[in-house]
């Protein structure tokens, strides 16, 4: 059997190889520690205006969506936020304790409302506007909702305490 | 230890794991290559190839899509398809495209991003080896076609005086024997030697790469990204199932897409002894253009999909530890020992992988003994097994209701069957929910114990198999259901999130125990969400 490969090959696809990546960083411990200062954000950049839970997105979706409907705001950052939050809204509302056919409704609107933005190449139109507040109203209830859920929880926490 | 022999060490542990994870497809790809030779012979290999025809090339994609194999487990089957002059250009469209995917790898990919974006990477890698293939037969000299011999073509029907009419006479339990004692010299045969070239790649990239040096290099917003992943994966060796996972990790990272389609189609597709055995079969000339057209093709169609694909919600972590595997697994803070280099080579092999190692290992023993004798008695090593076969046949007695089924009938029946077999598999591999999810149970409690603990090493292992199985519960969901609920997929997403952020956590130097169980506190609730969405029926599903 003939050598499988020629020494000289070999060679000149090492050097191939250590000209392409003998300047990548050496782990990355050096390479994020600079910057960051909690152990999640050393991780992942959380955006700031990421928000906390459902009632926060559902409050701060309102007033963005205010904010741009009254035309108060023109800047471009802050349409674009808007429509990020629009983009989180499944995933937080996944994190809460909102059931599955609520948050297939929320899911529903929220895809049509990105279909329309990516449309739009993520203007605010009047369709779209009239969609966030359907979206808007959709959070308020599933915020209640889950509000509901949590006090009869409570209550219920209250009353084995209290028969104990 | 000196340095350079750490790094070394390293090298040597990383051709261990390739040898250990390319067993179980290199065993099947013996089978298949045995079939080809034992029961289709060169004209049923070529007309099932698709012979000369145009649609050589997608048939020779479609039936590497729908074999279970690996780019060394293609060794034995493209030493077949070369004996039986299959095209160049056919060749190569089946040496690429078969590691590429499988129906198990398939199956998981489809858990990963969006399915689209999986079935659109297969179009993809459809289109390369199309292109490729084309360009190739194009080029490459009749001639040269005509006379070159594979190493595979030592062991041509004609070479040892057997012809294929010689052949069709070993029937029933002869040709079994056949097989099976093929298959053994094989294992220890020219197969394996170019096997050992390909997971030679993986020791070279880990002396190349520093510890963790790919962690930060193929991010969405880096311009070369595909570039740096098309240099890293030529040396690379990657089984279908491997690469979807790293796939899954890039795009839950939001690393390139182009990246990925990179890695997929040539970390996958091709290794350095598919590489070299091109070369020596045809040519450096030709091989060294159709590489070249290869790599740009690649790369092209890497930079025209290079767009950023971040699901929502998901914040680039700028980095990723999905090519880890590739890089030095001897990290700087390890301590220089015989033990640490041998829990560090054993780390992360499953048990299928030994069984199948240890089978392998057995074939290779037996197969070099059946060698050696076999030059004692002065048959060519490579030729032997079909020769003696042959030799050894006796007229078998004609009994009244005996009918001898054409040869290539009953390998089309073993191959359809090993792909129907393949599929089976499937529901093997990707349980009922309800076993998944038992399965995640234990996980789950191995995890959350151990990093409550502070065991760390421990919790980053089992963290693993809970992800994994994460998507097993999918896959599971889906192929008995035929649907997958984008609560059950967010929710999904939502897990296996949290679980990054676990692993991270876990990872940190110095180990922050109050972090941690801040991490742990949002798993409990998700957790609950995320098997409460498998596990209810659908008339329950308002209920909190």
């Given amino acids: 059997m003939r050598p499988p490969f020629s020494s000289k090959l070999l060679i000149a696809v090492q050097v191939l190889l250590v000209c392409c990546l003998g300047g990548l960083p050496q782990g990355c411990s050096s390479h994020f520690e600079s910057e960051q200062k909690t152990l999640f954000d050393e991780e992942h950049q959380v955006p700031e205006h990421w928000p906390e839970g459902l009632d926060q997105l559902a409050e701060d979706f309102r007033r963005r969506l205010d904010e741009v409907r009254m035309n108060l705001t023109q800047d471009p950052e802050a349409r674009k936020e808007l429509s990020d939050l629009v983009t989180w809204t499944d995933e937080i509302a996944a994190d809460s304790d909102l059931d599955e056919n609520r948050w297939n409704q929320l899911h529903a609107t929220t895809q049509r409302l990105r279909q329309q933005l990516a449309r739009e190449g993520g203007e605010w139109s009047e369709t779209s506007l009239r969609l966030g507040e359907k979206l808007a109203t959709e959070l308020d209830r599933a915020v209640d909702y889950v509000r509901g859920l949590q006090l009869a929880r409570d209550q219920e926490n209250h009353e084995g305490e209290g028969a104990h | ?544």
């Fill in chain 2, 1 to 544: 230890m000196e340095g350079w022999l750490w790094i070394l060490s390293g090298g040597l542990i990383r051709i261990f794991q390739g040898i250990c994870s390319a067993s179980p497809t290199f065993l099947v790809g013996l089978f298949i290559a045995a079939i080809l030779r034992f029961y289709f012979g060169s004209q049923g290999t070529r007309t099932l190839f698709g012979g000369d025809s145009l649609r050589s090339l997608p048939q020779s994609w479609a039936l590497g899509m729908l074999l279970p194999v690996c780019s060394i487990g293609v060794f034995p089957i493209l030493f077949e398809m070369r004996r039986a002059k299959v095209n160049p250009g056919a060749l190569s469209a089946f040496a690429l495209s078969a590691p590429l995917f499988n129906p198990l790898s398939l199956l998981y990919g489809l858990t990963l991003s969006r399915p689209l974006v999986i079935l659109m990477f297969a179009f993809g890698s459809l289109m390369v080896v199309t292109i490729v293939g084309f360009v190739w037969d194009l080029f490459q000299s009749r001639k040269e076609s005509g006379d070159g011999q594979a190493e595979g073509a030592t062991v041509a029907i004609g070479a040892d005086g057997a012809t294929a009419a010689q052949h069709d006479r070993l029937i029933g339990m002869q040709r079994l024997r056949g097989v099976s004692s093929w298959m053994v010299r094989e294992s220890a045969g020219p197969s394996s030697r170019w096997g050992l070239v390909a997971v030679c790649g993986l020791g070279i990239l880990a002396i190349i790469l520093p510890w963790g040096s790919m962690q930060g290099a193929v991010e969405h917003n880096d311009p070369w990204a595909p570039a740096t992943m098309a240099a890293v994966s030529i040396p690379v060796y990657a089984t279908p199932m491997l690469t979807m996972s790293q796939l899954g990790m890039m795009f839950q990272h939001a690393n390139s897409p182009g990246a990925a389609f990179v890695l997929l189609v040539i970390g996958t597709g091709l290794n350095l002894g598919t590489l070299f055995w091109f070369g020596f079969q045809f040519g450096w000339r030709p091989v060294s253009l159709w590489f070249l057209t290869l790599m740009m093709t690649v790369v092209a169609i890497a930079y025209a999909i290079n767009q950023p694909l971040i699901p929502a919600g998901v914040e680039p972590a700028g980095h990723t530890h999905a090519f880890d595997i590739y890089t030095n697994p001897i990290s700087p803070s390890m301590q220089p020992s015989a033990t640490v280099l041998m829990e560090t080579a054993v780390k992360g092999i499953e048990w299928p992988s030994w069984i199948s190692t240890s089978l392998l290992a057995v074939f290779f023993v037996a197969g070099l003994v059946l060698r050696w004798i076999d030059r004692r008695r002065g048959f060519h090593a490579d030729d032997s097994p079909t020769r003696s076969e042959i030799q050894s046949v006796e007229p078998t007695p004609a009994l009244r209701y005996d009918r001898v089924v054409p040869p290539s009938l009953v390998g089309g029946t073993l191959i359809v069957g090993l792909i129907i077999f393949s599929i089976v598999m499937c529901y093997a591999y990707y349980p009922a929910p309800n076993e998944a999810l038992e399965e995640i149970r234990v996980a789950r409690a191995e995890t959350l114990t151990a990093a409550s603990a502070g065991q760390t090493e421990h919790a980053l292992q089992w963290l693993q198999v809970w992800d994994d199985w994460s998507r097993r519960l999918e896959v599971g969901t889906y192929i008995r259901h035929f649907e997958l609920r984008p609560y059950q997929r967010m929710q999904g997403f939502l897990i296996r999130k949290k679980l990054e952020l676990l692993e991270h956590e876990l990872e940190h130097d110095p180990f922050e125990i109050d972090e941690t169980k801040k991490v742990l506190q949002q798993i409990y609730r998700t957790n609950e969400r995320w098997v409460d969405a498998f596990r209810r029926p659908d008339a329950e599903r308002s209920r909190p």
